[in-house]
């Protein structure tokens, strides 16, 4: 089986995965990166070049052959689940982790260093803006197996928390 990370931007999707992923000894994959490593451009530079939907074809192709994998955990990225594609591969053999944070949490951990090389927050990021995409994607993220919340937690209890839910016994 797989471990899919989905949730917004800066819910810690990638530092948990990594965590959990050494936990198991299983492979991680961030889709973000694989994107970025095959196309040689950045996030930001494949929105600014291409658009969001060439972007969001891209993300399907990599989620769609990172399913056929086993024994990994896989990042998504924030958008990812609203697209409709994306949950069949997310669903043949995964557990699905809504990695869930407060938009408080979330603009606090934006606000470190990350919204820049982030397209849909780029000359953004509030906490307004924060509520209005997590609006429109909450129903997607509700779609998840398991749902765990993030507040407060370090990054090592949050990946505990996941592997006691999720982990094969
Ligand atoms: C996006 C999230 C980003 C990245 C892209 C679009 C989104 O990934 O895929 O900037 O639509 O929420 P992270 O969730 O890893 O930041």
Not at 52 to 73: G, P
Not at 75 to 87: F, K, L, Q, Y
Not at 97 to 119: C, D, H, I
Not at 120 to 125: M, N
């Amino acid at each position: 089986m797989n471990i899919v990370l989905i949730g917004m931007m800066g819910s810690g999707k990638s530092t948990v995965g990594r965590l959990i992923a050494a936990k198991l000894k299983w492979k991680f994959y961030d889709s973000d990166k694989v994107i970025e490593d095959e196309q040689k451009m950045t996030v930001a530079e494949i929105f600014a070049a291409k658009g969001e939907a060439a972007f969001r074809e891209l993300e399907t192709r990599v989620l769609s052959r990172l399913a056929r994998e086993a024994d990994c955990v896989i990042a998504t990225g924030g958008g990812a689940p609203t697209v409709e594609t994306n949950w069949k591969f997310f669903g043949e053999k995964s557990a699905v982790v809504w990695l869930k944070s407060s938009p408080e949490t979330l603009l606090r951990r934006l606000e470190r260093g990350g919204a820049q090389s982030r397209p849909l927050l780029k000359d953004a990021l509030s906490k307004e803006k924060i509520l209005e995409i997590l609006k429109n994607r909450e129903r997607f993220y509700q779609r998840a197996g398991f749902v765990v919340e993030s507040d407060g937690l370090e990054p090592q209890e949050t990946a505990d928390k996941i592997f006691r839910l999720v982990a094969p016994k």
